[in-house]
């Protein structure tokens, strides 16, 4: 993969949340969201806060989905970010 993003974007790999619930129960795939977190892969040179390898938390609607070497990424803008997770 070989994608640099431009200005205050980035480049996110979404992180699968947990299959089970807290009581135990688990939760079909068909039944799953998408996951609202990811693993930041690249980010722009406008990107101040954020640094690759943060987990950061966006919201369900962000960004751009985009396939490279047959793997989903998203692109976010830095305001598609809700926090990052420490």
């Not at 992180?15 to 690249?42: F, H, Q």
């Amino acid at each position: 993969m070989n994608f640099q993003p431009l200005g205050d974007r980035l480049l996110v790999e979404r992180v699968e949340e947990a299959t089970t619930t807290a009581s135990g129960i688990i939760i079909p795939d068909n039944a799953k969201e998408k996951p609202s977190r990811g693993k930041v892969l690249a980010i722009g040179s406008d990107v101040e806060d954020i640094n690759v390898d943060d987990i950061v938390v966006f919201g369900k609607y962000a960004g751009t989905d985009l396939i490279l070497d047959d793997n989903e990424y998203l692109v976010l803008e830095v305001s598609d970010v809700l926090g990052i997770i420490k």
